[in-house]
């Protein structure tokens, strides 16, 4: 018996057939209903790893069967189809992600057999980092997690970093990582930032948290690369030196007055230029006290490290955040790049941020990047930047440096 299971709603028998022929076609075991009450009996007993929904149903529409599925806590991979068009799609997968279900595309009818055959595959395929297997932390909200067990996980140095690597768009040279926490918790596994990240902030815990995930990246870029062909050494260790290394910041740490001088100290001990840190904050972040905000950010910029602002075109203030705060940086939010192969409004959201972007003096990055269709389209509109899934997961401490040394050498070698 496969694990692969397809449930599929849609009122037309002739599509629901359709989709049977293909998803049977790479391996998948298929149940077709036509009606809501149907589909939910067999979603209970059957167990489906993913699920086919078309929009516009007669009984019960497909956005009402999209919330009724995040209140199971419904982890399938959701495949949204419908003809009402593009925007209408767009907005449902928006919508169904927001409620936090799986989403592993849209399928705008009428369809071919390779669109719907390459999203089955595509989300089938998708497992956790190359940085070790994550617990499911998507699919188990975890709320028995206690501050005590998260403080004694801190005292005993339990939290480890991924890093994942950020490449030119013009010619795929490594321009530096971004650094991700992991919680490598005896008891539970390798859990991923949102299964303790909020506990952490609420409890008080996230600045030294913090401090922590920064000394551990700060000290992995000052080890260096180890790099050992005489040859090439010279120029491979300057690229390597001139390689960023960007971390998320936490609102809570911008009212830790002693922050600035914790991070210069670190970066002074490990031999780290503060112009290779890349401190990335979120517009929500940045928001919550405004002042101590744009203190903060300020004096950081002036000791000459890097400022973010992540997941851009997401929120309500982004133009706001990205006019009164010192920025270098802005990251096009993935909902954006991961839509951008099927989706024109998409396309046009993104040109105009790094347009943007660039008018204002700052570099644009791109996250999310999973085929060479999207790589080719952020070429064309001047992306400085990209990171994804197609270029590399987020890696371990030592495939990391691999990754980069490989990178290197093949760029200089003219590969």
């Given at each position: 018996m496969t694990d692969k299971r397809l449930l599929i709603l849609d009122d037309d028998p002739l599509i629901g057939q359709t989709m049977e022929a293909i998803a049977r076609s790479v391996g998948f075991e298929v149940v077709i209903t036509l009606q809501a009450a149907e589909f939910f009996r067999q979603l209970d007993g059957w167990g489906p790893s993913h699920i086919a929904i078309d929009l516009v149903m007669p009984d019960m529409d497909g956005v009402e069967v999209l919330v009724e599925l995040a209140r199971r806590?419904?982890?399938?991979?959701?495949?949204?189809?419908?003809?009402v068009g593009s925007r209408v799609l767009d907005a449902a997968a928006r919508s169904a992600k927001e409620h936090g279900l799986p989403i592993a595309g849209v399928l705008a009818k009428p369809f071919s057999p390779g669109d719907l055959r390459e999203l089955l595959v595509k989300s089938g395929s998708v497992s956790g980092s190359s940085g070790g297997q994550l617990a499911a932390s998507t699919d188990r909200s975890f709320n028995d997690i206690t501050e005590q067990e998260l403080a004694v996980a801190l005292e005993n140095h339990e939290f480890e970093l991924v890093y994942q690597p950020k490449v030119f768009c013009t010619n795929g040279i490594l321009a530096g990582f971004e650094a991700l926490v992991r919680w490598n918790s005896p008891k539970r596994g390798l859990l991923a930032p949102n299964a303790f990240i909020s506990l952490a902030e609420t409890s008080g815990l996230i600045r030294p948290m913090t401090r922590e995930i920064i000394r551990m990246g700060i000290h992995w870029l000052g080890a260096g690369f180890d790099v050992d062909n005489e040859t090439t050494e010279s120029s491979c260790r300057q690229r390597l030196a001139d390689l960023t290394l960007s971390i998320n910041l936490s609102a809570r740490s911008l009212g830790d007055t002693e922050f600035i001088d914790?991070?210069?100290?670190?970066?002074?001990?490990?031999?780290?230029?503060?112009?290779?840190?890349?401190?990335?904050?979120?517009?929500?972040?940045?928001?919550?006290?405004?002042v101590a905000s744009l203190d903060l950010l300020?004096?950081?910029?002036?000791?000459?490290?890097?400022?973010?602002?992540?997941?851009?075109?997401?929120?309500?203030?982004?133009?706001?955040?990205?006019?009164?705060?010192?920025?270098?940086?802005?990251?096009?939010?993935?909902?954006?790049?991961?839509?951008?192969?099927?989706?024109?409004?998409?396309?046009?959201?993104?040109?105009?941020?790094?347009?943007?972007?660039?008018?204002?003096?700052?570099?644009?990055?791109?996250e999310g990047v999973e085929d060479e269709e999207t790589l080719s389209f952020l070429r064309e509109t001047g992306c400085d930047m990209a990171q994804g899934y197609l270029l590399s997961r987020p890696l371990d401490s030592e495939r990391a440096k691999a990754w980069g040394r490989r990178n290197i050498r093949q760029s200089l070698s003219g590969k």
């Open positions: 806590g419904c982890n399938a991979h959701i495949i949204i189809s419908s003809g914790f991070v210069v100290a670190e970066c002074m001990r490990a031999g780290v230029e503060t112009s290779c840190l890349v401190f990335e904050l979120t517009e929500t972040s940045a928001m919550e006290d405004p300020t004096r950081l910029r002036m000791k000459g490290f890097k400022l973010s602002l992540d997941d851009f075109g997401t929120g309500y203030s982004s133009m706001l955040q990205l006019v009164r705060l010192p920025f270098s940086e802005i990251k096009v939010d993935k909902s954006f790049v991961m839509t951008a192969g099927r989706s024109e409004e998409s396309r046009t959201v993104i040109r105009s941020i790094v347009e943007l972007g660039h008018s204002l003096g700052l570099q644009a990055t791109a």
